[in-house]
């Protein structure tokens, strides 16, 4: 595979960065992670950390590339649950660790998405947005039926609560899982948390994203930056790892 990837977390207007990035790389697969701790809970930070180290040890001990890419996800993403469950055991269940996140497994030509709640992923082309995961959140719904459209969902009263996470109760919450979706040479990913997309119009993320002559280093830089400046006063945590597929090895 011939890629180029990177990630940037910035704090924003928080006292703490609660989310947590990771991109683990082999010769044959790519996975890109990112972790959001639920600020309204304690110990956000140390769910999204949690979360973190046991998806990518999985990945590192997995061979490579992954013989059931979505049985993985599926599977990494109820461990990961499970941990943070773990550690907040002993909290009063209002109180424990939880977590947003989206994973892209990026192999044989094409990506596999995952994600839990609001934390999302982008697919980019020639500019524009392919396509992004659909968040497990009531304002969501509200976009696909067309109630409300983006723009007005930025500033829905519930546009902060999300219906599903990592942590918390035991059972496994509702896990997103897709199919392989084909890469062509110059696409971008992006696997992002809500205090990055939120500050930030879709069509002008895809520009960015997919300028020519910049590395997707500085462009995903220059989003974070945007994002924070947005939102400021109260910009939250803005975190993204992003890869440009730039073709198969010949």
């Avoid at 550690?87 to 977590?99: L, M």
């Amino acid at each position: 595979m011939k890629t180029e990837y990177a990630q940037v977390s910035v704090i924003g207007d928080r006292e703490e960065n609660q989310d947590r990035v990771g991109i683990a790389a082999s010769a044959d697969s790519i996975l890109l992670m990112v972790f959001d701790g639920m600020g309204g809970h304690s110990d956000g930070a140390l769910a999204a950390a949690t979360a973190l180290q046991v998806v990518g040890a999985a990945f590192e001990q997995a061979s490579k590339p992954l013989l059931d890419p979505r049985g993985f996800l599926y599977s990494v993403l109820a461990l990961a649950h499970d941990a943070v469950v773990a550690v907040g055991s002993e909290v009063a269940i209002d109180y424990r660790p939880r977590a947003t996140c989206a994973l892209a497994l990026v192999q044989d030509g094409g990506m596999f998405r995952a994600h839990i709640g609001d934390s999302r992923i982008y697919h980019l082309r020639n500019g524009r947005v392919l396509d992004r995961s659909r968040d497990h959140s009531h304002v969501e719904v509200l976009i696909q039926e067309g109630a409300i459209t983006e723009q007005q969902a930025q500033e829905h009263p519930m546009r902060n609560f999300v219906e599903s996470c990592i942590g918390g109760d035991w059972p496994v919450p509702e896990i997103c899982v897709t199919g392989k979706q084909a890469l062509q040479q110059g696409d971008t990913v992006l696997v992002c948390t809500d205090g990055f997309w939120s500050g930030l119009a879709e069509p002008g993320m895809a520009r960015v994203a997919t300028a020519t002559g910049v590395s997707i280093e500085d462009s995903i830089s220059d989003l974070c930056g945007r994002a924070v400046s947005v939102n400021a006063p109260y910009s939250d945590n803005s975190t993204v790892a992003g890869l440009r597929w730039l073709g198969d090895e010949a």
